[in-house]
């Protein structure tokens, strides 16, 4: 891209970095809410995951719904945590576009009007940006454990 250099240009890729700022953000307050939406709904399913474990009496009349219980609970947690990967992978891929695009901006500003930005290349957008992209995974993998144990169990 071309460098600016008229006022009026300058005040024009200024309000479109504000406007990618927020886009930015938006994107990752999307992240945070999809990560909590992850950490109820695990916290709901496993405490009703152990209580059905620990309340299981083969002799109940419960049993049968207790068992199922021990099953759909875990598939029910690995399709949440599947669904929240697919949702903050691609809320992080919308806010690659935005900082590649603003970063692309950026350029066309005199060199001293440029902010140091953090992009998408940076060691701590990178290691930021770790949590979302492996707690998910973590939650998948416990309830695909914990339901292949429960099936080993009853067979």
Request: glycine content about 4%; overall charge neutral; charged content about 15%.
């Amino acid at each position: 891209m071309p460098q600016i250099v008229s006022g009026t240009d300058i005040a024009h890729v200024i309000a479109q970095q504000g406007r990618y700022e927020m886009a930015i953000g938006k994107e990752f307050s999307l992240v945070a809410d999809r990560m909590t939406w992850l950490v109820i709904s695990q916290s709901f399913l496993m405490s009703a995951f152990v209580l059905s474990s620990a309340t299981y009496d083969a002799a109940t009349t419960m049993k049968l719904v207790l068992r199922a219980s021990q099953v759909l609970m875990p598939a029910f947690g690995i399709v949440v945590a599947f669904l929240i990967i697919v949702a903050v992978k691609a809320a992080h891929s919308a806010a690659e576009k935005l900082k590649n695009s603003r970063d692309a901006l950026e350029q066309t500003l005199p060199e001293n009007l440029r902010v140091s930005l953090i992009g998408n290349t940076t060691w701590e957008s990178d290691r930021g940006n770790w949590p979302p992209h492996v707690i998910p995974y973590v939650v998948l993998l416990v309830w695909a454990i914990l339901l292949v144990v429960i099936v080993v169990t009853v067979v």
